[in-house]
C-alpha cells in the first residue's frame, strides 16, 4: 500500500513562501496521479492542485494559479509544491494524496493520503 509523508510546512509572515514536498513510499508512485489539498479551521478539505502521472499535466485552483507551482520528481517518488507570496487564507492543513488513474481536482477520487504538514502565515 502506497504511504504518503508531507513535509515543508511551518509558520511564515504574510508575502513568504513555502516549499511542501510529498515523499512516496513505493516506487509505482510513477503510475499515480496526485493532488493537494488543503483544510483550514472548520473548513472543507480544497483543491489546491493536481499533477498527471508524467508531470505533463497540472492544474491549480484559481485562487493560488498565479502564486504557487505544482511539480514532481518520479526518480525521487516527490511531489513538491512551491508557495510564493502567501496569504493568510493559505493557512490550513495541506495533504497530499495519490489516485491511479487521471488528475482531477475532486477529492473523493483519491483512495491515498498523506497526514498533512500545518502551514500558517502570520499577518
Known amino acids: 500500500q502506497e504511504q504518503l509523508v508531507e513535509s515543508g510546512g511551518g509558520l511564515v509572515q504574510v508575502g513568504g513562501s513555502l516549499r511542501l514536498a510529498c515523499i512516496a513510499s513505493d516506487r509505482t508512485f510513477t503510475n499515480y496521479a496526485m493532488g493537494w489539498f488543503r483544510q483550514g479551521a472548520e473548513m472543507e478539505r480544497e483543491f489546491v492542485g493536481t499533477?498527471?502521472?508524467?508531470?505533463?499535466?497540472?492544474l491549480l485552483a484559481e485562487s493560488v494559479k498565479d502564486r504557487f507551482t505544482i511539480s514532481r520528481d518520479n526518480a525521487k517518488n516527490t511531489m513538491f509544491l512551491q508557495m510564493n507570496s502567501l496569504q493568510p487564507d493559505d493557512t490550513g492543513l495541506y495533504f497530499c494524496?495519490?489516485?491511479?488513474?487521471?488528475?482531477?481536482?475532486?477529492?473523493?477520487?483519491?483512495?491515498?493520503w498523506g497526514q498533512g504538514t500545518q502551514v500558517t502565515v502570520s499577518s
Open positions: 499533477i498527471s502521472w508524467d508531470g505533463e499535466y497540472s
Open positions: 494524496a495519490a489516485r491511479q488513474g487521471l488528475a482531477t481536482r475532486v477529492t473523493s477520487q483519491y483512495n491515498i
